[in-house]
C-alpha cells in the first residue's frame, strides 16, 4: 500500500473518530458489501444510458448507510454523472406547503457535485459549461448564441417550468457576454431555488415563475436534462435520514411526502424520467412499518415488496429496496487493518498496534456488544480510532491492558429514530 497524504489521513480519521461519514477517503477503509456495490454500479450506468434508476437503501441505525451512499456517490461521479445529496430533517422533506420542500431543494443545489468539483457547488460551473460550449459553437456555425441555445433547450419547453428554466439559461448567457455579473447572480439563484417571490423573479429575470414545494421534483427532471445537455452522463439524487418523514406526527404529511416518493418510483421504473437517479437511505422502521412507514401506503407497499424467493441466504439485488447485510467478521478484520494502516499515513514502521492485537480487539467488543457488534460498526470504528490514539500519545503503554479496559457500548441512537410524537389519528372517543 503507498502513502497516505495527511490531507486525506486526517479526513478519514477525525470523521470515524467523531462517528461522521468522511467526505473524501473513503475507498481507503471500504470492506465488504462487494455485491450491492456491484448492482448500484450497474443503476450508475443506466442513469449513464439515458435510463433511470430509483433504490431504497435499508439498513440499521450505525449500520453504514451514509458511508455506502457517499460510496456510490464517488462512484457516479467516475463515471461523469453529476450528484446531488442532502439529508432531512423537519425544515428538509419532498413535500410540504410551508417552504420545507423549496428548503430541501436549495440543500440539493448548494451541494451538487461534478468530478471536478466533489465537495459540491458546482451549479454555476455547469451552467457555464453549457454557455461557453454554446458561444463557442454559435461563433463556428454564425449564429446568435441566444438562437443556439434555445434550440438546444427546446425539448425542455415542453416540460413542467421548462420554458422559464429555458429563459433563465439565455439571461445566464446574456450576463456571460456582456459582463454582467448580477445577471448571472440572478440566474443562479433562480436555479437554486432562492426566489421566494414570483415578482422578484419577473423583476430579476423576467420570468414568471419560480421553483416553490410543489415544483421540486419537476425542477429535478428539468435539472437532468440539462446537465446532459451540458456534457455529462446524468443526475444522481441521494437523500437520506429518510426516517424524518416516518417520524412526522400528521398523517397526512407523511402521506403526502409518500406519495412523492411513489411519484418518483413510478417514472423510475416506467423509464420516463431520463437520465435521472434516486437513492434513498432509511432504516427497517422507516421502510417496513405498517402504521408510519412506507408500507403504510398501500401503492408504495405493493411496489416496493421483496421478493418472495430470495429467503434462506438466497439474495436478489435487482429490485428497488437493498438492504444492507451486517459486516462479517472478515470484513471486520480487514477493516481493523485498513483503520490501523490509514492511522498510521501508509507506513508500516509507525503500526501502533502488532498483527495479533487485532484478532484480541474483535474478541473484546463482539463479547461486549453481542450481535449488536456486526450489524452496527460504528461504535467498534470509535473505539478502535481511540484506542490507537491512546497508544500513539503514551508510547510506552501496554496495548493488552488498554484492549482489556474499552469501553464499548451498544450504539443506542436508533431509540431517537424510534421516539416519534402520537400522530393525529383518533385514539379514542366516548359518548
Known amino acids: 500500500m503507498s502513502t497516505i497524504r495527511a490531507k486525506d489521513r486526517d479526513a478519514v480519521i477525525q470523521s470515524l473518530r467523531a462517528g461522521v461519514v468522511p467526505r473524501s477517503g473513503q475507498h481507503l477503509v471500504q470492506v465488504g458489501r462487494v455485491k450491492e456495490l456491484e448492482a448500484l454500479m450497474k443503476d450508475v450506468e443506466r442513469i449513464a444510458d439515458c435510463g433511470s434508476g430509483f433504490r431504497v437503501v435499508i439498513g440499521e441505525y450505525g449500520s453504514g448507510k451514509t458511508f455506502f451512499l457517499n460510496l456510490v456517490r464517488s462512484i ?30 436549495a440543500e440539493l443545489t448548494k451541494n451538487m457535485a461534478t468530478r471536478t468539483k466533489p465537495d459540491g457547488g458546482a451549479l454555476s460551473g455547469v451552467v457555464e459549461k453549457f454557455v461557453a460550449q454554446a458561444i463557442s459553437d454559435a461563433k463556428a456555425n454564425g449564429t446568435t448564441t441566444e438562437v443556439l441555445i434555445k434550440q438546444r433547450l427546446e425539448h425542455l419547453m415542453e416540460m413542467v417550468n421548462g420554458y422559464d428554466f429555458a429563459e433563465v439559461i439565455a439571461a445566464y448567457c446574456r450576463g456571460f457576454e456582456e459582463g454582467n455579473e448580477q445577471l448571472k447572480a440572478d440566474a443562479i439563484r433562480w436555479l437554486r431555488g432562492e426566489f421566494s417571490t414570483k415578482t422578484d423573479a419577473r423583476a430579476a429575470l423576467g420570468v414568471r415563475t419560480i421553483v416553490d414545494d410543489a415544483s421540486v421534483y419537476d425542477q429535478l427532471k428539468l435539472l437532468a436534462r440539462f446537465v446532459r445537455l451540458a456534457g455529462y452522463s446524468g443526475l444522481m439524487v441521494c437523500l437520506d435520514e429518510l426516517v424524518n418523514l416516518y417520524k412526522l406526527a400528521n398523517t397526512q404529511a407523511r402521506n403526502s411526502n409518500y406519495e412523492q416518493i411513489l411519484r418518483i418510483l413510478n ?61 462479517t467478521p472478515e ?17 508500516v514502521a509507525k503500526f501502533l498496534l502488532p498483527d495479533e492485537a487485532i484478532p484480541i480487539f474483535m474478541e473484546h467488543c463482539s463479547k461486549r456488544l453481542g450481535e449488536a457488534y456486526f450489524r452496527t460498526p460504528r461504535t467498534t ?43 393525529d389519528e383518533l385514539a379514542s372517543f366516548q359518548l
Not at 490514539?389 to 488498554?402: F, S
Request: charged share 25%; hydrophobic share 40%.
Open 76 to 105: 457516479a461521479l467516475e463515471k461523469k454523472l453529476v450528484t446531488m445529496y442532502a439529508d432531512l430533517n423537519p425544515d428538509r422533506r419532498l413535500h410540504a406547503s410551508g417552504g420545507q420542500a423549496r428548503s430541501l431543494y
Open 267 to 327: 417514472d423510475s421504473l416506467q423509464g420516463s424520467a431520463e437520465g435521472l437517479g434516486f437513492v434513498l437511505g432509511g432504516t427497517p422502521e422507516f421502510l417496513m412499518d405498517t402504521r408510519r412507514g412506507l408500507y403504510s401506503y398501500v401503492a408504495l407497499q405493493s411496489r416496493l415488496s421483496e421478493n418472495t424467493f430470495a429467503r434462506d441466504g438466497m439474495v436478489d439485488y435487482s429490485g428497488p429496496v437493498m438492504r444492507l447485510a451486517g459486516l
Open 331 to 347: 470484513d471486520f478484520y480487514v477493516l481493523l487493518h485498513k483503520l490501523r494502516h490509514v492511522y498510521a499515513s501508509g507506513d
Open 381 to 423: 470504528i470509535t473505539a478502535f480510532i481511540n484506542l490507537l490514539a491512546v497508544l500513539e500519545q503514551n508510547p510506552g503503554a501496554d496495548w493488552k491492558e488498554l484492549i482489556g479496559a474499552t469501553e464499548v457500548t451498544v450504539d443506542d441512537g436508533a431509540a431517537a429514530d424510534l421516539a416519534v410524537d402520537h400522530d
